[in-house]
């Protein structure tokens, strides 16, 4: 009995000891969070009056929140050290720029020492008649005298991107399949680097043996200001789509070429029901003129919710 009874205020103590612990580490967390919502809260009022300098084209204001030894690093390589010659870079850069702006949007903070802060964010710099560019940015702070100082910065100017032009698309990414009875068509449909282009490689069965693979590239020609497509099959055919768009309804005008040398037109059809459906359909089908069967519409799932 007596060595249960110790065994059991053994157990009572950790039960009090644990609990004291977990609400002390409790406390301190929060005080810690509460600290440094405290020191964001004063970076993102310094980046606002940052901006604010910047807008109004005032290089000996927008120094002021630079320490004396900062090291700024520009989209183009260049290498500017120390406040004062910021801020001389800064005047011939809005002498030179007359009426530039630019919005910030800090996508995040952090606090790697009690004295020291990373930012990270976006920015868009935008002057008269010109396009508006977009650039990513690291900032890295540090406090003395107890308030927030710039001690380095990089830029990078983002990669030009049609994403703008072709985001309406944008529910083709993915994997799917036809649901269809004699015929397997899987597609695997995503984007390429800086979302300039859609490439969608797929693979035809009949009857559970290969019988087509190929791959389309979907992008955005400047020139024509329209959304054109390309195709190379694993037969020796190539062609090329005009892309048009009404409602939830895709139209492409393709022509093509086959090993042959027979030359190849259809109009495509791409009807988006939902996030994870649409229907396909090939109608007006020549080869060298010659009329073809039309390809009757075929219903497409996402291959996660295939059946």
Known sequence: MKTRTTSSGSIKLAIVIAVVCVTWAGSAIAQKADRYAKEEAAIRSGAESYVQAFNKGDAESLASHWAEDAEYILPSGEVLKGRDKIEQAFKKFFSDNQGVQVQVAISEIRFPRSNEALEEGSAVVSRPGEKPKELTYEVRYVKRKAAWKIAHVEETFSAPSNYEHLKELEWLIGEWVDDSKNVDVETLAQWTENKNFITLSFRVQFEGQPALAGTQVIGWDPSAQSIKSWVFDSLGGFGQ???????????????????????TSAINIYTALDENTFTFSSIGREINGEPQPNIEEIRVVRKKIAR
């Open 241 to 263: 789509g005009v892309w048009s768009r009404e409602g939830s309804r895709w139209t492409v005008r393709t022509t093509g070429v086959l090993i042959t040398g027979e030359k």
